[in-house]
């Protein structure tokens, strides 16, 4: 965990958690103080436009010019290593820098943009940003502070039967930046084992994917949530009580479309999702 910063992180919003599960941005700066991690919230901040982006709504360069705009903004106020509590602000915002540093036509595109509407402040320069040491995920911060969360937590969830679903734009999209084996990561496994619960840290399907597909849930609904449905079909077969997500579209896909599939299925399950 030495190579996980926990000072000058910037927090970096989302746009899903706050307009669902904001109690989860709440929460993380509440365990971040306990833990002593340096950061700070940026009211210059936007959205990675990664729901527009996966819909086909927003196109690449657009995406990029935003994603440069953040990164002017994390450098700026000195906190430099762009921390997401979204997997997808997590995927969008390396995948930018990447693009960003390797292909020339793409960043001298951006740049011209802000030349040309006055925001010289804004241009990026090949290796302002590094996306494998300057992009982390909230979770990852977490994990580097188990042994303290271990000794200084709060609520003891022992006898908790708990599951991961780690999200697809975690250990998939930029699997070889994810902490642990990509084919079986543990993150969220081992903070809640340092909470007392019980994690299953593997079960049947545990890769599988939410099923959300961001447009697929709208043009394809049965086919996204006969995917949910399978995953939750495996959880229940493990006796599984409590689902931990670290993306707040995988959590909304189990959370609020498990009552949608106990109705249309005539099943029930016996878990909650957090």
């Known amino acids: 965990m030495e190579s996980i910063p926990d000072k000058k992180l910037l927090l970096f919003k989302s746009c899903m958690v706050g307009q669902e599960y904001p109690g989860v941005e709440t929460a993380t700066r509440y365990a971040f103080d306990r833990l002593g991690v340096d950061y700070c919230l940026n009211d210059e901040q936007s ?4 729901i527009g982006h996966y819909t086909d709504i927003f196109e690449g360069l657009t995406t990029t010019a935003i994603a440069a705009r953040n990164f002017a903004v994390a450098r700026r106020c000195g906190y430099p290593n762009i921390t997401c509590l979204c997997s997808t602000c997590y995927a969008i915002n390396k995948e930018a820098c990447e693009l960003l540093n390797t292909n020339t036509e ?53 006898g908790v039967k708990a599951a991961a679903h780690h999200a697809c734009h975690y250990y998939k999209v ?22 007392g619960a019980a994690p299953v840290r593997w079960y049947e399907d545990r890769t599988l994917t939410c099923g959300m597909g961001f447009s697929q849930l709208h043009l394809n609904k049965n086919t996204s949530l006969q995917v949910t449905k399978t995953k939750l ?8 009580e409590l689902m931990l997500h670290m993306c707040p579209n995988c959590h909304i896909q189990y959370d609020r479309y498990q009552p949608v599939i106990e109705k249309e299925y005539g099943v029930e399950y016996d878990m909650v999702h957090m």
């Open 47 to 50: 959205c990675c436009t990664g």
């Open 106 to 158: 793409v960043r001298e595109k951006v740049n011209s943009i802000f030349r040309e509407k006055g925001f010289d402040d804004l241009v990026y320069e090949k290796g302002d940003m590094n996306p494998r040491t300057n992009f982390y995920h909230a979770v990852e911060v977490l994990l580097s502070k188990v042994s303290q969360i271990q000794k200084e937590k709060k609520f003891d969830f022992s």
């Open 174 to 195: 930029k699997y070889l930046d994810a902490v642990g084996s990509p084919e079986n990561p543990q993150l969220i496994d081992t903070i809640a084992e340092a909470c």
């Open 233 to 240: 079909d495996s959880l229940q077969r493990a006796g599984v």
